[in-house]
Nanobody
Framework: QVQLVESGGGLVQAGASLRLSCAAS????????MGWFRQLPGKEREFVAY????????IYADSVNGRFTISRDNAKTTVYLQMNSLKLEDTAVYYC???????????????????WGQGTQVTVSS
């Protein structure tokens, strides 16, 4: 059974940094691309970043490009999201997810991800 556990969220001031971690178990981690999404109450889940299974390819949402960095350590079966220069609008619950390779669709579509973590709250204050 796949399990994803996010950590690292918290309350920070605008301009600060946070690093989120997502520890995976129950899968052969280096066989899967991984994504980060975020969601506000009553809103749809929003794509943040994607990393290929080897880490050789990364993709970002325009809203975070240049401020956030996704990375992975396959030996530790963990994916990270380094968030710098945080803005008020980055406030959300952040989720990591495992890309399902057999589901057609683009990397930024939630439906192509087969397993999700429980989420970690990030709150940016002024």
């Amino acid at each position: 059974q796949v399990q994803l556990v996010e950590s690292g969220g918290g309350l920070v001031q605008a301009g600060a940094s946070l690093r989120l971690s997502c520890a995976a178990s129950g899968i052969t981690f280096n066989n899967y691309g991984m994504g980060w999404f975020r969601q506000l109450p009553g809103k749809e889940r929003e794509f943040v970043a994607y990393i290929s299974r080897t880490g050789g390819s990364t993709i970002y949402a325009d809203s975070v490009n240049g401020r956030f960095t996704i990375s992975r350590d396959n030996a530790k079966t963990t994916v990270y999201l380094q968030m710098n220069s945080l803005k008020l609008e980055d406030t959300a619950v952040y989720y990591c997810a495992v890309r399902d390779p057999v589901v057609p669709g683009t990397y930024d579509a939630p439906h192509v991800y087969g397993s999700w973590g429980q989420g970690t709250q990030v709150t940016v204050s002024s």
